[in-house]
C-alpha cells in the first residue's frame, strides 16, 4: 500500500543487503539466536566454549572502556555502551564522503550455558576488542572418577 | 575547486576471505581524513600503505585464544581486514599521518598546497 513507508527512498542498498543476509542464513541452515537480531548488530560477537569456559569477544573499536557496561543476570549476559560519532558537524567546508562507522548506543544480549559462574568473570579490552571470560561451575566440570 | 575526487573510493581486490572495515571519510579544505574500523589488530599487525595513486589498508586480527574452544558463534568470520582506494593527485600522500588506537585508525591526507580552495578574485572589466 505504501510501501515507501516501509523502505524509506535511498534505502535500497540496505534492503539488498538484508536479502543477501537472508539468503545467506537460508543456506546456512544455521538456527539463530532469537536474541541476535539483524546480522551485523554492533559490537560483532565471537563466542566460544572451552571445558572450563565461556569465552565472548566483542569487536567494539573506538569505546572507552569505562564507558562499557557488562552485566550478567539471571544467565544471561548484557553488553552494553556507546560510541561517539567521529564525523564533524554538517557544514559546507565538510564533505562527508562515507559514513559507515556505527556511532550511538549499542546493546547486544546473549544468552549463557546453566553452569557459568557469575562470580568468576573477567574482562579486558584490548586493541578495540572486549574479551570476556566466563568460568563455568567446578561442579560442572567433567571428573574422572578412579576405580579402586 | 574542491570537488575533483569523485574517484577516490574504489575498492580493489576482493578475492581471498577479508573482511572490509567500515570507513568514515571526510573531506575538508586542508585534506582528506580516514577512519577505519579494525577491531581485534595490534599495532604491529597493521599496514597502511600509501602511494601517489592509491590507499591499502591492511590489518591482521590477533589474540590468544585459549585451547580446546568451540566456536559457537562467529559474527567475524576471516582473520584479516583489507581495503584499497584509489587517490587523486592533489593529495599530499608524502606527509600522511596516522593514528591508531581501541583498533580504530585515523589517517590524514594533506592536500598539496594549490590544490587548496582559493577565492578567485572576480575583475569588473
Do not use: W
Amino acid at each position: 500500500m505504501f510501501p515507501s513507508f516501509f523502505a524509506p527512498a535511498g534505502d535500497l542498498f540496505a534492503e539488498l543487503d538484508r536479502l543477501s543476509r537472508d539468503m545467506q542464513q537460508l543456506f546456512d541452515g544455521l538456527p539463530v539466536n532469537i536474541r541476535a537480531g539483524r546480522r551485523g548488530g554492533f559490537p560483532a560477537l565471537n563466542i566460544g566454549y572451552t571445558p572450563s569456559s565461556v569465552e565472548v569477544y566483542a569487536f567494539a573499536p573506538g569505546v572507552d572502556p569505562q564507558r562499557i557496561k557488562v552485566e550478567i543476570h539471571k544467565g544471561v549476559l548484557t553488553i552494553e555502551g556507546e560510541r561517539a560519532s567521529d564525523l564533524p558537524p554538517a557544514s559546507d567546508k565538510v564533505n562527508v564522503y562515507a559514513n559507515e562507522r556505527m556511532a550511538g548506543s549499542f546493546k547486544r544480549v546473549i544468552s549463557l550455558p546453566d553452569d557459568i559462574d557469575p562470580a568468576q568473570v573477567d574482562a579486558t579490552y584490548r586493541d578495540g576488542l572486549l574479551h570476556i571470560s566466563i568460568k563455568r561451575r567446578a561442579d560442572a566440570q567433567p571428573r574422572r572418577i578412579a576405580i579402586h | 575547486m574542491t570537488e575533483t575526487r569523485s574517484n577516490v573510493p574504489a575498492e580493489t581486490r576482493r578475492d581471498d576471505p577479508v573482511l572490509l572495515p567500515p570507513v568514515d571519510i571526510v573531506e575538508d579544505d586542508t585534506g582528506i581524513t580516514v577512519y577505519a574500523d579494525l577491531p581485534g589488530v595490534p599495532k604491529d599487525k597493521l599496514a597502511v600503505r600509501v602511494d601517489r595513486e592509491s590507499l591499502t589498508i591492511e590489518g591482521e586480527i590477533s589474540f590468544g585464544l585459549p585451547e580446546k574452544m568451540d566456536a559457537v558463534l562467529a559474527e567475524v568470520q576471516a582473520p584479516r581486514y583489507r581495503r584499497s582506494f584509489t587517490l587523486s593527485r592533489e593529495l599530499d600522500t608524502d606527509k600522511c599521518d596516522a593514528v591508531f588506537k581501541d583498533g580504530v585508525l585515523k589517517l590524514r591526507i594533506p592536500k598539496v598546497e594549490h590544490a587548496k580552495p582559493r577565492r578567485i578574485e572576480v575583475k569588473v572589466g
